[in-house]
């Protein structure tokens, strides 16, 4: 699964990622966060028109036809069924997204029956995209304001993450952003791009527990490997 990750980038690096041409956020820069969390709001990567924009909204999809949010927030969707719940059906086969982010937490249980975090990232930190989906419910909010939400597309574990947790976060091969996020990609493809994934390219080392709290919002000493602090 993917329960919380980080994103740091600035918008030149944003901009370098998927050639956003949006003047009301070109080159403003967006806080860091490293400690995102489930119904956060988070930043995604969808298609309007022929364009990329980068857009924003809760983590944890509610589906464009729920008429309230409740139940536990959809956060993740399992790769083996994405395609089947009615509650993901729907965004799977027209608004997928880009989920930007720089790295993201799992954990491993301790001796002292504790939990150690360990920060999931490319090698030199570069910025990636989760696969994502997206979801504009119009039927949740009294007002008629749309409601953003997104989730992330997992799978089982491949190495180096299968040391730490039996599922990942599925991580796009740069080469298939335009054809994911385009609804008139066949599905057919749309599964060989989720087989083309580059999670096998990713690394990762252990980090302070300070991270485990929900609640913390440090900066960048939160993914310093542990024993460097």
Same mark, same amino acid.
Request: glycine share 8%; proline share 7%.
């Given at each position: 699964?993917?329960?919380?990750?980080?994103?740091?980038?600035?918008?030149?690096?944003?901009?370098?990622?998927?050639?956003?041409?949006?003047?009301?956020?070109?080159?403003?820069?967006t806080a860091p966060r490293y400690n995102i969390c489930p119904t956060d709001i988070v930043e995604f990567v969808r298609l309007e028109g022929e364009e990329?924009?980068?857009?924003?909204?809760?983590?944890?999809?509610?589906?464009?036809?729920?008429?309230?949010?409740?139940?536990?927030?959809?956060?993740?969707?399992?790769?083996?069924?994405?395609?089947?719940?009615?509650?993901?059906?729907?965004?799977?086969s027209k608004t997928r997204c880009l989920i930007p982010a720089d790295g993201?937490?799992?954990?491993?249980?301790?001796?002292?029956?504790?939990?150690?975090?360990?920060?999931?990232?490319?090698?030199?930190?570069?910025?990636?995209?989760?696969?994502?989906?997206? !979801?504009?419910?119009?039927?949740?909010?009294?007002?008629? +304001? &749309? @409601?953003?939400?997104?989730?992330? /597309?997992? %799978?089982?574990?491949?190495?180096?993450?299968?040391?730490?947790?039996?599922?990942?976060?599925?991580?796009?091969?740069? !080469?298939?952003?335009?054809?994911?996020?385009?609804?008139? +990609? &066949? @599905?057919?493809?749309?599964?060989? /791009?989720? %087989?083309?994934?580059?999670?096998?390219?990713?690394?990762?080392?252990?980090?302070?527990?300070?991270?485990?709290?929900?609640?913390?919002?440090?900066?960048?000493?939160?993914?310093?490997?542990?024993?460097?602090?």
């Open positions: 699964m993917c329960g919380r990750y980080t994103h740091a980038m600035t918008w030149e690096q944003v901009h370098g990622l998927y050639n956003i041409h949006s003047d009301a956020r070109r080159a403003k820069n990329p924009i980068y857009d924003e909204g809760r983590w944890g999809l509610v589906p464009t036809f729920f008429k309230e949010v409740k139940g536990a927030p959809l956060i993740n969707a399992r790769i083996e069924t994405v395609s089947e719940l009615a509650v993901f059906r729907s965004a799977f993201y937490y799992e954990w491993t249980k301790a001796l002292d029956k504790g939990k150690d975090p360990h920060w999931i990232h490319m090698p030199g930190g570069e910025g990636f995209s989760f696969a994502g989906l997206y !979801a504009i419910n119009t039927q949740v909010n009294k007002d008629g +304001t &749309p @409601l953003k939400s997104c989730t992330i /597309i997992t %799978g089982p574990a491949e190495p180096p993450v299968d040391q730490i947790h039996d599922r990942e976060p599925l991580v796009l091969n740069r !080469a298939d952003y335009d054809a994911w996020m385009d609804p008139r +990609t &066949p @599905l057919d493809e749309v599964r060989a /791009i989720l %087989g083309r994934c580059i999670n096998r390219s990713m690394v990762h080392h252990r980090v302070d527990r300070q991270v485990n709290s929900n609640r913390w919002q440090g900066g960048s000493e939160g993914i310093a490997p542990l024993n460097s602090l």
